[in-house]
């Protein structure tokens, strides 16, 4: 089941903040945000796992509400270079996904930093 | 840094026509991952190993596509006979262990199917 981005865009001008929300309908074990420029591979921000472990950046923050199915990805200050296509990319595990522990991404969320 | 490498970037081909893309992962990452993304779209998995191994090709249509990674490292995902609707981003990944581990990206194939 593919998670459900919203917004699915947001323009800001440099210095505000947004937020990008993913939700699943299925338990999750992992959240994984990454942001795609056009033409390029996505690049990793942020994995946070049941439990309460996160992985990422300095500058980037998130949750994650087991309870709930949810996401949240929080930018700050936002700058120029923040623009960009941001995905999640949820993980069950071998009990709640038929036997795979893949990702599955959402359509992903596009944020527009202008000047 | 160490990076996943793929060729080639770009590959413009003919309907029926057979392709191929390769994939070197990050040195020591067991689990590679194939993803085809179209425009507009999230990744979506079509395959993922583990070391040499199969752990999930449920969403590749084996009609026409294979992929391999013989002797662990390396991976070719093959398209044979290319069709219109394979036009996409195909991106190979890689992760130390599990899917619960970061996925680092290359940097794509751009297939154009004409």
């Known amino acids: 089941q593919q998670p459900v981005q919203s917004p699915q865009a947001v323009i800001l001008r440099e210095g505000e903040d947004a937020v990008i929300n993913c939700s699943s309908s299925?338990?999750?074990?992992?959240v994984h945000w990454y942001r795609q420029k056009h033409g390029e591979a996505p690049v990793f921000l942020m994995i946070?796992?049941?439990?309460?472990e996160q992985k990422g950046h300095e500058k980037i923050s998130a949750s994650f509400n087991e309870k709930k199915q949810q996401s949240s990805l929080y930018l700050t200050a936002s700058q120029l270079s923040y623009s960009g296509t941001y995905f999640c990319?949820?993980?069950?595990?071998?009990?709640?996904?038929?036997?795979?522990?893949?990702?599955?991404f959402g359509k992903g969320t596009k944020l527009t930093v202008n000047p | 840094e160490a990076e996943v490498a793929q060729s080639p970037r770009y590959k413009i081909t003919e309907k029926s026509q057979a392709v191929a893309f390769w994939c070197d992962p990050i040195s020591g990452h067991a689990t590679l991952y194939w993803y085809r993304q179209i425009l507009g779209q999230g990744p979506e998995l079509l395959v993922q190993?583990?070391?040499?191994?199969?752990?999930?090709d449920s969403q590749l249509p084996k009609d026409r596509f294979s992929a391999e990674r013989l002797k662990g490292v390396d991976s070719t995902l093959k398209i044979q006979p290319a069709e219109l609707g394979d036009s996409a981003m195909y991106l190979c990944a890689s992760s130390p262990q599990t899917t619960r581990d970061t996925q680092y990206f290359g940097p794509g194939t751009r297939l154009t199917v004409l």
């Open positions: 299925k338990a999750l074990y992992s």
């Open positions: 990319g949820t993980g069950g595990n071998l009990l709640t996904q038929g036997g795979s522990e893949k990702l599955v």
């Open positions: 190993f583990q070391d040499e191994s199969v752990v999930d």
């Open positions: 946070l796992l049941k439990g309460g």
